[in-house]
Antibody, heavy 121, light 106 residues
Framework: QVQLVESGGGVVQPGRSLRLSCEAS????????MHWVRQAPGKGLEWVAV????????YYADSVKGRCTISRDNSKSTLFLQVDSLRPEDTAVYYC??????????????WGLGTLVTVSS | DIQVTQSPSSLSSSVGDRVTITCRAS??????LNWYQHKPGKAPQLLIH???SLQSGVPLRFSGSGSGTDFTLTISSLQSEDFATYYC????????FGQGTKVEMK
């Protein structure tokens, strides 16, 4: 079955960088766009970034543009999110999600359990 | 970006109640609207896609309706396992989520 397992979270000081990973299994990873979504403590879901199935297209939320880089390694079925210049407001659980597209409709049909990033000195 | 506004932000209901959550988009998104259920410590789960299509495996008591700017998620008879937070999401443009509706036990 489809599995998405995030890793790489932890406690990090403001201004530092972190690289999150999402290991996928149970489906053809290279056929799907992939997203990162985050949830700050006590807040709702916030979309962060998307990468196309082949890595050729990438889009970011305004809140992270210029500080985040999404990438993927299809040979290893792994998605990445590099977050630089971390701020306290980046503290959140970061989820990866698989994109399902049919016709022009898009949804996120599978999600991981998330990895917690805490930005604190 | 297109904004989506959910209401209410929280509600208290009992098992067996009919529950309705609404989502309003800041511009027409046709039917590019999904609904998710999220429980603490769990992965969010897709319930409804394209405004009214039930995701495979989701109980029939969940239904969605609407088009344009106004959408509704309905739980026809609330079950104990349905106490959770529900989010709408538009995918007409860069994805955005509503702020969530927490369904609590009365």
């Amino acid at each position: 079955q489809v599995q998405l397992v995030e890793s790489g979270g932890g406690v990090v000081q403001p201004g530092r960088s972190l690289r999150l990973s999402c290991e996928a299994s149970g489906f053809t990873f290279s056929s799907h766009g992939m997203h990162w979504v985050r949830q700050a403590p006590g807040k709702g879901l916030e979309w962060v970034a998307v990468i196309s199935y082949d890595g050729s297209k990438k889009y970011y939320a305004d809140s992270v543009k210029g500080r985040c880089t999404i990438s993927r390694d299809n040979s290893k079925s792994t998605l990445f999110l590099q977050v630089d210049s971390l701020r306290p407001e980046d503290t959140a659980v970061y989820y990866c999600a698989r994109e399902k597209t049919y016709s022009s409709f898009v949804n996120f049909d599978h999600w991981g359990l998330g990895t917690l990033v805490t930005v604190s000195s | 970006d297109i904004q989506v506004t959910q209401s209410p932000s929280s509600l208290s209901s009992s098992v067996g109640d009919r529950v309705t959550i609404t989502c309003r988009a800041s511009q027409s998104i046709h039917t590019y609207l999904n609904w998710y259920q999220h429980k603490p410590g769990k992965a969010p789960q897709l319930l409804i896609h394209a405004a009214s299509s039930l995701q495979s495996g989701v109980p029939l008591r969940f239904s969605g309706s609407g088009s344009g700017t106004d959408f509704t998620l309905t739980i026809s008879s609330l079950q104990s396992e349905d106490f959770a937070t529900y989010y709408c999401q538009q995918t007409y443009s860069v994805p955005t989520f509503g702020q969530g509706t927490k369904v609590e036990m009365k």
